[in-house]
């Protein structure tokens, strides 16, 4: 099975910070990778699929990045609706495996 | 507009059997590969199964193999996961999410709300 490695698992950022999120794949999954966002007590929203392209409707604060091994998920300017939970997945092979998870909070 | 609805959820005993259903309207459904997707409480996100668009083709994590059936009926645009033989380990918010146009099974676009599943005696 591939191991999807998220960092931080948490992190405290401020209104306007720009905020990174790293994830790291076991082996290579060339861009078989997304992003997902979760409030608490909400269902998932996809962000980002194919490493680095917007699902419909996603603000354009959100970018990714990567190939092969290692990922990233940016947020520009976060802003209060941007505190909540992001996971990264990969869909390169079964069985499709998810991050730990990063939290992020207000400062 | 695309939505996804689950049901079915609740609460069995170990060694029970629950079915979930998964009602999905505003797109062609048959056109679309669907997975299951649970969250244990406080924990992190964990691919359970997947079905293509035909139903030709399961896929199944190892912790549900042999327990767990996904299927649909495209003429209903229902999703279905029979589970049996539960465990406590199975405890969890069932989601259900639909694959983009991609062709690529693993790659969801949209997710329903999910349902509670509390296995406990």
């Known amino acids: 099975d591939i191991q999807m490695t998220q960092s931080p698992s948490s992190l405290s950022a401020s209104v306007g910070d720009r905020v990174t999120i790293t994830c790291r794949a076991s082996?290579?999954?060339?861009?078989?990778l997304a992003w997902f966002q979760q409030k608490p007590g909400r269902a998932p929203k996809s962000l980002i699929y194919?490493?680095?392209s917007l699902q419909s409707g996603v603000p354009s604060k959100f970018s990714g990045s990567g190939s092969g091994t290692d990922f990233t998920l940016t947020i520009s300017s976060l802003q209060p609706e941007d505190f909540a939970a992001y996971y990264c997945?990969?869909?390169?092979?079964?069985?499709?495996?998810f991050g730990g998870g990063t939290k992020v909070e207000i400062k | 507009e695309v939505q996804l609805l689950e049901s079915g959820g609740g609460l069995v005993q170990p060694g029970g059997s629950l079915r979930l259903s998964c009602a999905a309207s505003?797109?062609?459904?048959?056109?679309?590969?669907m997975t299951w997707v649970r969250q244990a409480p406080g924990k992190g996100l964990e691919w359970v199964s997947t079905?293509?668009?035909?139903?030709?083709?399961?896929y199944y994590a190892d912790s549900v193999k042999g327990r767990f059936a996904i299927s649909r009926d495209n003429s209903k645009n229902t999703l279905y996961l029979q589970m049996n033989s539960l465990r406590v380990e199975d405890t969890a918010i069932y989601y259900c999410?639909?694959?983009?146009?991609?062709?690529?099974?693993?790659?969801?676009?949209?997710w329903g709300q999910g349902t509670m599943v509390t296995v406990s005696s």
């Open positions: 079905i293509s668009g035909t139903g030709g083709k399961t």
């Open positions: 194919a490493a680095s």
């Open positions: 997945q990969q869909y390169d092979s079964y069985p499709f495996t």
């Open positions: 082996q290579g999954i060339s861009n078989y």
């Open positions: 505003g797109f062609t459904f048959s056109s679309h590969a």
């Open positions: 999410a639909k694959a983009d146009s991609s062709g690529y099974y693993g790659a969801f676009d949209i």
